[in-house]
């Protein structure tokens, strides 16, 4: 069985969220655990949104038979699992007011979008782009700031006690 561990390990330009990650991917060889692969993954940055980096650490497009070896070794035809999958993706998201700036390029970013999202891009509401509708359970986690959704605030970066 491969098990997969990834760890933040540089920071962005553009605030203290990570921007490379290490993603460490173990097997189990005959009774041994092993070490299959251990890598750097950089984080894409988005030419048409400013401060906007998406990382796919993992995907698995369907439930994996765990008797075989799992590979992720190319960029997958769409980063949205089918039934049974699990995919984990880290995002940097920008501020909205990157989206109100009027040198912004909506055409530009849907068309990256549809280009580094495949899958997910083209699930996108047309009336809210922010939101998408798949057949996804989806977690957030909040490094930091706020993530707002339509005039609610619904996730605050997780404060631990020193």
Do not use: C
Not at 7 to 28: D, G, M, Q
Not at 46 to 53: D, N, R
Not at 104 to 113: I, T, V
Not at 116 to 144: C, Q, S
Request: proline share 8%; charged share 25%.
């Amino acid at each position: 069985m491969n098990r997969t561990a990834s760890t933040k390990t540089e920071f962005s330009k553009h605030s203290k969220r990570p921007s490379t990650y290490r993603r460490v991917v173990t097997a189990n060889v005959d009774g041994k655990s092993i070490l299959r692969s251990d890598e750097q993954l950089q984080a894409y940055e988005f030419k048409s949104v400013p401060s906007y980096e998406h990382t796919l650490v993992w995907v698995n497009p369907t439930t994996p038979d765990l008797r075989e070896e799992q590979r992720f070794d190319r960029y997958p035809d769409s980063i949205v699992p089918g039934p049974g999958g699990t995919s984990l993706h880290f995002v940097t998201f920008p501020r909205g007011s990157v989206f109100a700036d009027p040198s912004f390029h909506g055409d530009a970013a849907r068309s990256e979008a549809l280009s580094r999202l495949r899958g997910l891009a083209d699930h996108f509401e047309k009336d809210d782009p922010e939101m998408h509708k798949t057949n996804t359970v989806d977690y957030a986690i909040v490094y930091e700031g706020e993530i707002w959704l339509n005039p609610v605030r619904v996730l605050s970066a997780l404060r631990v006690p020193p």
